[in-house]
C-alpha cells in the first residue's frame, strides 16, 4: 500500500517530520538532526523508486482522498517531475549532511527550529514540484517562500533586512501568480493543470488568456529571478546563513524555473507560447541580458558569497534562455543545467561554508595559497566546480552549455550563442581570480619566508561531516558529465512535451 | 461606455488598490509602510476572487428543495471564496513573518527607513 502511495509519500513525509522535530526535540535537541536525516533519507529512497517506476510504466497520477481531478487535487509524476524532484531531495541531504557541525557553531541558529523550517521549504518545492493543480501550487509556493524567509533571516546581521526585502517581492510575485490563476479560473472553470489543458486550445484568443499568462510568467520570473526581477537575490544569498544558502540557491530558483517550463509548456502549449504570444522569446532576450550582467557583476565582487549569488542570477539565465529556446535541445539543456547547476552551487557554497568555518571569512582578496596546503580537499572539490562553471569537459557543466548552444545553432539565434560563449569567458574570469589566490603564489614572497610559510600551513580541514558531502558533490559532477549520455536518453529526451 | 465601469465596479475597485499596494510595496522607504502596500496588494487580489463569483438573485451553494440540482444558476460558486480563505491564512502568516523581520531589523539598526537602513548596512559590510 505504500508502495502504491509512493507519489504522494515525499511532502508528507517531510510536512509530518517538520511538524514533529519541535515537539519530539523539546528536550534533547540532538534528535532534531537525526530526524531530518531520516526524513530526507527516506525522501532521496522514494525519489530514486519513482524515477525508476515512472521510466518503466510512464505517467503516475496520484489522486488526493481519491477524488478524481478536475474535482479532487492529484500529483503528478511524469519524467520532468520525478527528475527535479530526485535533485531537490539528494542536495538537500547532502547538505544537511554537511550542516551537523556548521548549525553548532553558528551562534544565532537555534538548531531545532530551524530544523523544522528546512523540512518545510523541501516539503514546499516536492509539492510545487509533484502537485497537478494550480492553487495547490500556489499554497507551496507560499510554504516554501515563508520557510525560506526564516531561513535567510537567521545569518548575519544584515539577514532580517535581505529576508524583508525578498519577502515583499516574494509575496507580491505569489500574488501576481495566484492572480493569473484567477483569470485562467474565471475562463476555464478548472485549477487542475491537466483539465486546463484540454480546455485551453478553445480559449486560444481570449484577452483574459493571454492576461492569465502574463501575470503568471511575471509571478515565477521573480520567483525564479530572471533578470529585472532579479533584486532580491543577491543580499539574500550573501546574508544568509552558509546551510540556508547552500539549500537554496541550488534548489530555490530552480522551482520557478520548472514551475514556469511547466505552465508554458505542458499547460499553456508549446506553439502558443512561442509562436503566437512570443512569451518564450521575450524570457530568452531578458535571460542573455542577465547571464552577461550576473556575470560582470560577479567579477566585481570581493566577498565569495556575494560572487555566487550574482554568478546564480546568470546560470538562471542559462535555463531561461534553454526554456526560451523552445526547441527539444534547449529543453535538453535546460533541464541538464538545473541538476547541474545544483550540483556546481551547493559544492561552491558548502566550499564558501567551510572557509568560513576555518578561516573565519571568504573574502576573495585575503585568500592566499596556504589555505591550498591547510584545506587541500576543499580546495580541489572548489576547482572542480568552478571548472563545471566554466564548462571544461567531461565535467557537467560542458555538456549542459554544450545542448544550450546546439539549440541556439537550430534555431539560428547565433546572439545567444555569442551571449553562452562570452558569459564562460566571463565565468572563467571570476573563478580563476579565485583560483589563482589560492594556487599560485605572490611574485613578491621570495624563498626566505619559505619556513614561516611552512610552520602554519600544515593540513588543518575541516570535519569529514562537513568535508564528505562537498566531495561527493564534485566528483559526482565529474561522473554525472561522463554520464552525460546515459541522462539525456534515458530520463531527459522523454521529457520533452508534445508539438516541440 | 459607462456600463462597462459601472457594470465592473468590483473589478475596478480591485484594480485600483492593486495599484496602490503596488505602490506603496515598491515606492515607499519606510519597511512598515511597505509592508502596508504589500497587504493592500493581497487584499485586493482576494477582493478580485470574490467578485469573480459573486452573482444577484443566487443563493449559498447548499441543496434546496425549492431551488433543486438542475438549476445551477441560482447557485454561488463557491470555490474562489474557499480558495480566499487558504490566500487570507497565507496572508496572515506572511505579515507576521514580515512583522517579525521589521521588528528584529529596528532592534538591530533602530531605523525602518530603507535610504538610511542601506547605509548603515554598507557601513557593516566595509568594517
Known amino acids: 500500500m505504500i508502495i502504491r502511495n509512493s507519489a504522494a509519500l515525499i511532502p508528507l513525509i517531510l510536512l509530518f ?7 519530539v526535540a523539546l528536550k534533547k535537541k540532538q534528535i532534531a538532526f537525526f530526524m531530518v536525516m531520516i526524513a530526507t533519507s527516506l525522501s532521496v529512497i522514494i525519489s530514486f523508486y519513482n524515477i525508476f517506476r515512472v521510466l518503466k510504466v510512464g505517467t503516475i497520477h496520484y489522486h488526493f482522498g481519491g477524488w478524481i481531478p478536475p474535482i479532487g487535487i492529484e500529483y503528478v509524476l511524469d519524467p520532468l517531475s520525478s527528475f527535479i524532484c530526485l535533485v531537490i531531495n539528494v542536495i538537500a541531504l547532502l547538505v544537511l549532511i554537511h550542516s551537523k557541525k556548521i548549525i553548532e557553531m553558528e551562534s544565532n541558529i537555534k538548531s531545532v527550529p530551524y530544523y523544522a523550517l528546512v523540512l518545510l521549504m523541501l516539503t514546499g518545492f516536492n509539492g510545487i514540484v509533484l502537485t497537478g493543480d494550480f492553487f495547490n501550487l500556489y499554497v507551496f509556493l507560499e510554504i516554501c517562500s515563508l520557510a525560506m524567509y526564516g531561513l535567510i533571516s537567521v545569518g548575519g546581521k544584515q539577514a532580517p533586512v535581505a529576508a524583508f526585502r525578498y519577502l515583499i517581492m516574494g509575496a507580491i510575485g505569489g500574488s501576481f501568480y495566484l492572480l ?16 486546463v489543458r484540454s480546455i485551453i486550445p478553445h480559449l486560444y484568443d481570449e484577452p483574459t488568456v493571454i492576461v492569465a499568462i ?6 515565477f520570473g521573480i520567483k525564479m529571478a530572471v533578470f529585472p526581477l532579479h533584486g532580491w537575490l543577491p543580499d539574500a544569498y550573501t546574508y544568509a546563513p552558509t546551510t540556508s544558502s547552500a539549500l537554496i540557491a541550488p534548489t530555490g530558483t530552480k522551482i520557478g524555473a520548472y514551475a514556469m517550463l511547466r505552465t508554458l509548456f505542458f499547460v499553456f502549449g508549446v506553439n502558443y507560447v512561442s509562436k503566437t504570444l512570443h512569451i518564450t522569446d521575450i524570457l530568452a532576450w531578458l535571460s542573455a541580458i542577465g547571464i552577461i550582467y550576473g556575470s560582470i557583476m560577479a567579477i566585481a565582487q570581493k566577498g565569495m558569497k556575494r560572487m555566487l549569488a550574482y554568478s546564480s542570477v546568470s546560470q538562471i539565465g542559462y535555463i531561461g534562455l534553454g526554456i526560451g529556446l523552445c526547441n527539444p535541445l534547449g529543453l535538453i539543456g535546460a533541464v541538464l543545467h538545473v541538476m547541474n547547476h545544483a550540483i556546481m552551487k551547493a559544492c561552491l557554497f558548502l566550499v564558501a561554508g567551510n572557509y568560513r568555518v576555518k578561516l573565519g571569512h571568504s573574502n576573495i582578496f585575503k585568500l592566499n595559497d596556504n589555505i591550498r596546503k591547510k584545506m587541500p580537499w576543499t580546495t580541489a572539490a572548489f576547482t572542480v566546480a568552478a571548472l563545471s562553471m566554466i564548462g571544461i569537459p567531461p565535467t557537467l557543466g560542458f555538456f549542459s552549455k554544450w545542448y544550450l548552444a546546439l539549440g541556439t545553432i537550430k534555431n539560428s539565434s547565433w546572439i545567444f550563442l555569442a551571449v553562452l560563449l562570452i558569459s564562460s569567458l566571463l565565468n572563467a574570469v571570476y573563478f580563476f581570480r579565485v583560483l589563482e589566490k589560492v594556487y599560485l603564489k605572490p611574485m613578491s614572497s621570495n624563498d ?9 600551513s600544515k ?4 570535519s569529514s561531516s562537513a568535508l564528505i558531502p562537498v566531495l561527493i558533490l564534485s566528483v559526482a559532477l565529474i561522473i554525472l558529465g561522463l554520464l552525460n549520455t546515459i541522462i539525456v536518453k534515458g530520463i531527459i529526451e522523454k521529457m520533452i512535451p508534445a508539438g516541440m | 461606455m459607462i456600463n462597462f465601469f459601472l457594470g465592473h465596479y468590483g473589478y ?11 505602490y506603496g510595496a515598491i515606492m515607499k522607504k519606510n519597511l512598515i509602510k511597505k509592508l502596508i502596500g504589500m497587504t493592500i496588494f493581497q487584499t485586493a487580489i482576494i477582493i478580485f476572487f470574490v467578485a469573480s463569483s459573486s452573482k444577484w438573485g443566487a443563493t449559498v451553494p447548499i441543496f434546496d428543495e425549492k431551488i433543486g440540482v438542475a438549476n445551477t444558476a441560482k447557485y454561488i460558486n463557491p470555490l474562489p471564496h474557499t480558495l480566499m480563505l487558504t490566500a487570507i491564512v497565507v496572508g496572515v502568516a506572511t505579515m507576521g513573518v514580515a512583522l517579525a523581520l521589521v521588528i528584529t531589523t529596528y532592534l538591530r539598526y533602530k531605523t525602518l527607513d530603507e535610504s538610511v537602513l542601506l547605509k548603515r548596512m554598507k557601513k557593516d559590510n566595509d568594517n
Open chain 2, 12 to 22: 475596478w475597485f480591485a484594480i485600483l488598490l492593486m495599484c496602490l499596494g503596488l
Open chain 1, 459 to 462: 593540513a588543518d580541514e575541516v
Open chain 1, 17 to 23: 517530520t517538520a511538524v514533529s522535530i519541535p515537539i
Open chain 1, 214 to 219: 502574463s501575470l503568471m510568467v511575471i509571478g
Open chain 1, 448 to 456: 626566505l619566508e619559505e619556513p614561516n610559510m611552512s610552520k602554519n
Open chain 1, 180 to 195: 493569473g490563476v484567477g483569470f485562467l479560473y474565471i475562463k476555464t472553470g478548472s485549477l487542475n493543470m491537466a483539465d
